[in-house]
């Protein structure tokens, strides 16, 4: 499998991860070339850089969430080269007490390896609101 539809299962993989609670599947996820260029932004959390604090982050996410799915809209791949932006809307459902299932718009930035598309980049911000069109 090669360009866009590569990167879109490289991101549906994150995602999958994530469901699954599968910190094994999340490692395999993120890019081991570079760990000290790696970083992650979850939502509301400071930007963490590095391998070991980036997936550390994950496995406590993922311990303390029983239940998540995700519903991607406006999945968009902006593929240059060895590098690809994928920008995308998640429509969260959660067990998590977040006050009502959460919205949050993110970029994933993908770096192509021997092994595939490996994810080097997650940045995930809350929608607190809509804009009235």
């Known amino acids: 499998m090669t360009g866009v539809l590569a990167v879109e299962a490289a991101n549906a993989a994150l995602y999958a991860a994530f469901e699954a609670g599968d910190v094994d599947l999340m490692e395999s996820v993120w890019d081991v ?3 000290d260029q790696l970083v992650c932004v979850h939502p509301g959390w400071p930007m963490l850089r590095g391998r070991a604090a980036v997936l550390r982050s994950w496995s406590a996410v ?6 998540i799915q995700f519903f991607l809209t406006d999945v968009q791949v902006d593929l240059q080269g060895a590098v690809a932006i994928v920008t995308c809307t998640e429509n969260v459902l959660t067990s ?4 009502a299932n959460a919205t949050v718009v993110a970029t994933n930035v993908f770096v192509l390896r021997a092994a595939g598309w ?3 980049v997650h940045h995930g911000a809350p929608v ?3 804009l009235s069109e």
């Open 33 to 35: 070339v570079d760990p």
């Open 62 to 67: 993922m311990a303390g969430t029983d239940y």
């Open 96 to 99: 998590v007490d977040v006050g």
């Open 118 to 120: 490996r994810l080097r």
């Open 128 to 130: 607190l609101g809509r």
